[in-house]
C-alpha cells in the first residue's frame, strides 16, 4: 500500500511561487500515475495536474496551465508541484494523489486510490 505525504504549503503573496512535495512510501512508486488537486473552502475537490509514470506525459486543469509543473522524481519517491504567478484563486488545500499504473480518468478524484492528508496553500491579494 501506497503512503503519501504532501508538504510545502504556505501563505504567499500573489504572484509569487510555492513548491509542493508529495513523498511516497513503498518500493512500486514508479508504477503509479500520479496527480494533484486542491479543495477550496465550501468547494468541491477539483483536477490541477496530472503525471504518468515515467513522467513524459502531463495533464493540467485549464486554469493553471503555463503557471503550474507537475514532475516526479522516481529515485527519490516524490512528485512535485511547481507553482508560479499564483493568484488569491489559488488558495486551496492541495492533495496529491496515486492510481497504480495508467489513469485515463486522470481529472476524476473517485478514480485515484490513494490520497495524502493535504498542505495549505494560501495567496494573499
Known amino acids: 500500500q501506497l503512503r503519501l505525504v504532501e508538504s510545502g504549503g504556505a501563505l504567499v503573496q500573489a504572484g509569487g511561487s510555492l513548491r509542493l512535495s508529495c513523498a511516497a512510501s513503498?518500493?512500486?512508486?514508479?508504477?503509479?500515475?500520479m496527480g494533484w488537486f486542491r479543495q477550496a473552502a465550501g468547494k468541491e475537490r477539483e483536477f490541477v495536474a496530472a503525471?504518468?509514470?515515467?513522467?513524459?506525459?502531463?495533464y493540467y486543469a485549464d486554469s493553471v496551465k503555463g503557471r503550474f509543473t507537475i514532475s516526479r522524481d522516481n529515485t527519490k519517491n516524490t512528485v512535485y508541484l511547481q507553482m508560479n504567478s499564483l493568484k488569491p484563486e489559488d488558495t486551496a488545500v492541495y492533495y496529491c494523489a496515486a492510481h497504480l499504473y495508467y489513469n485515463t480518468l486522470y481529472g476524476d478524484p473517485g478514480s485515484y486510490d490513494t490520497w495524502g492528508q493535504g498542505t495549505q496553500v494560501t495567496v494573499s491579494s
Open positions: 513503498g518500493r512500486t512508486f514508479s508504477r503509479y500515475f
Open positions: 503525471i504518468n509514470w515515467s513522467g513524459p506525459s502531463t
